[in-house]
């Protein structure tokens, strides 16, 4: 049998690694710009044309490279940043394993042109697919410039798989907000398509934080600070009063490297514990400094999870520190008066003794007689006012018990005129729950509701037990989905417009749709400084603002760039948003009405993104359960 196992051709094995460390142009973006950072560059430019499909370039005023290192740069492997094993215990900087330039060489074509600050002349490299087409000295600025074009054209499954223009913006923006904040020091300009997205000046991290996510976050951020052996902590997080609901800002750093964390994350969250509510979340950016040799970020090619070798302890130190900044900022938790060990206070007791300005008499009662004669400070007069009270007591009592007489006789009970309401006070619509009212002749006793979540309905086989909150997005969706076919989606004009301010990943995404978004009946309109007013909604929402950002959620995380598909997503989203909440109680009519709006629908088991939404227990398990 001939040999089997074959070496791989270079072209191969960087298109391979190009998997795992080119995923998409925010990856791109990524490496880049912290190659420039290592090079020591002070100012960054960004150039990104069709959100990275066509172009991606980043310009710096780093150290540069000579004409071999130029070369050499884009074999695999090769770097500047290590020379042994050892150093990956001293790493200081952001690269280190000489993969990033090899694997987007392998997947775009690429033009570099660089020049050291000494020299007097540069160099350009141009790489087709990893082939190297030509090199030659260049007039340059000092620095470099790296043009990467047309992304994944020779892997084409790849790019047919990248996600409409709107996602891979927003992941863009993403991936330059986590850069700009780890590097304050350095300048940064971010342009898409000519239009300039962001300018960002060095300054502190606070202002970096303001100027990337708007100046309202200047108020609602206290510091942390502690300094230990082991770790220094450093950074802000918000008061508890600012929390968010969804589009939490929570960024993680440790010796100016982006990190996810989880078990840090839930450091932070015990620390608000009792203070927010269960879906909201506060905003934080801590930045841990350590030992290099007490971590490790070799562990993905991406190196954004790191493990640390002290993680209990700084779990503890992360903890006091946050709980020490909100005590300090009053937004802490108060004292519970209730518990055992709460400080005790005096019951206010006067001395018997004392004289006070009113003299009671305690033989008088308003009920059974007339009032008496009351001095205040040693003078008295009559009170004609309580001296009617008997009387008006009276007549009040015979009213009432003329009323009941008359019911005995074909008139008003007095049970029946305690079930009108007043003249004062609201009065219910006909249809004032979430869902119509069931039919007189259908049965409103058969369903229960259970944890404020599901609803039980005995159906000819068993139990069917329904998840509300599905059911209703069910139902929505298709409601929204006949409307937006038919033309039929009416708009309303709000009587106050609501303002929303959203992150420039998430305004860049709502700029691209906001045609579809005016289809779907809202009247949007932009103010600057990522700000919309939203000045008409669809007819059927009661609540614009959370629709918008949900549209929005759902739009970044799409796929497919079909219309109908973002019009699915927007649906789906206006669903999710005002459909019955968790927890929510239901009147029997409301859940009789839901359940009977679901199975009229071809499709109710499942919503439209595959989630189960209605469980049978057929009477053979419930047999078998008591067995």
Request: net charge negative.
């Amino acid at each position: 049998m001939s040999d089997i196992i074959r070496l791989l051709p270079d072209s191969v094995a960087n298109q391979i690694a190009a998997g795992e460390v080119i995923q998409r142009p925010a990856s791109v973006v990524k490496e880049l710009v912290e190659n420039a950072v290592d090079a020591g560059a002070k100012s960054i430019e960004i150039i990104v044309k069709d959100a990275g499909r066509t172009l991606i370039q980043v310009v710096d005023n780093g150290c540069g490279m000579s004409d071999t290192d130029a070369r050499l740069a884009f074999e695999r492997h090769a770097t500047s940043k290590i020379a042994a094993a050892a150093d990956l215990f001293s790493l200081r900087t952001m690269g280190f394993r000489g993969e990033a330039l090899a694997s987007i060489a392998a997947v775009a074509r690429v033009d570099l042109r660089t020049m050291l600050h000494d020299a007097e002349i540069g160099t350009r490299i141009v790489i087709n697919g990893s082939q190297v087409e030509s090199q030659e000295p260049e007039a340059c600025m000092p620095g470099s410039n790296l043009m990467v074009k047309n992304l994944f054209f020779n892997v084409p499954a790849r790019r047919k798989f990248l996600k409409k223009d709107s996602v891979e913006l927003a992941n863009i923006m993403r991936e330059f907000e986590r850069l700009a904040l780890v590097n304050p020091d350095v300048e940064f300009t971010l342009t898409h398509n000519d239009t300039v997205l962001h300018k960002l000046l060095r300054g502190s991290v606070k202002q970096r934080i303001v100027d990337l996510f708007g100046k309202a976050l200047d108020k609602q951020l206290i510091p942390v600070d502690t300094a230990t052996s082991i770790v220094k902590i450093s950074g802000f997080v918000s008061l508890p009063q600012y929390a968010r609901r969804r589009n939490a800002l929570q960024y993680l750093t440790v010796n100016g490297r982006n990190m996810r964390h989880p078990y840090f994350h839930k450091a932070i969250m015990q620390c608000y514990d009792n203070l927010l509510p269960a879906d909201e979340q506060p905003n934080y950016f801590l930045d841990f400094k350590v030992d290099p040799s007490t971590i490790d970020v070799n562990i993905h090619p991406t190196k954004s999870e790191i493990k640390f070798e002290d993680e209990p302890a700084i779990w503890q130190i992360l903890v006091a520190a946050v709980k020490e900044s909100l005590g300090r900022y009053n937004a802490a938790e108060g004292i519970d008066f209730d518990r055992e060990d709460a400080p005790e206070i005096p019951v206010f007791a006067p001395d018997a003794t004392a004289r006070h300005s009113v003299e009671l008499d305690a033989s008088y009662n308003p009920f059974t007689q007339a009032p008496q004669q009351m001095s205040f400070g040693g003078g008295g007069r009559r009170n004609d006012a309580l001296k009617r009270a008997g009387s008006d007591w009276d007549k009040l009592y015979e009213d009432f018990n003329s009323q009941a007489v008359g019911s005995e006789r074909g008139g008003v009970s007095a049970s029946a005129l305690n079930a009108m309401p007043a003249d004062d006070e609201p009065q219910e619509a006909e249809s004032g729950g979430l869902f119509d009212a069931a039919d007189d002749s259908a049965s409103i006793f058969n369903c229960i509701q259970v944890k404020g979540r599901y609803i039980l309905s005995p159906s000819k086989s068993g139990v069917m037990v329904i998840d509300q909150h599905r059911a209703h997005v069910r139902v929505l969706f298709d409601r929204f989905m006949e409307q937006v076919s038919t033309g039929r989606f009416s708009s309303q004009r709000l009587l106050f417009p609501e303002v929303v301010r959203l992150s420039p990943a998430q305004n860049a995404v709502l700029e691209i749709i906001a045609d579809t978004v005016g289809a779907l009946g809202f009247d949007i309109a932009y103010l600057g400084d990522n700000s919309w007013s939203i000045n008409g909604a669809p007819a059927v929402d009661n609540s614009p603002l959370e629709t918008l950002l949900k549209i929005i959620e759902e739009e970044t995380e799409g796929g497919e760039d079909a219309e109908d598909a973002m019009r699915r997503r927007a649906a789906l989203a206006m669903a999710r948003a005002q459909a019955v909440k968790y927890g929510q109680s239901l009147a029997p009519e409301e859940m009789e009405s839901l359940i009977s709006d679901l199975f009229k629908l071809p499709t109710p088991n499942y919503t439209p993104d595959g989630q189960l939404v209605v469980s049978l227990v057929s009477t053979e398990e419930l047999a078998r359960m008591f067995a």
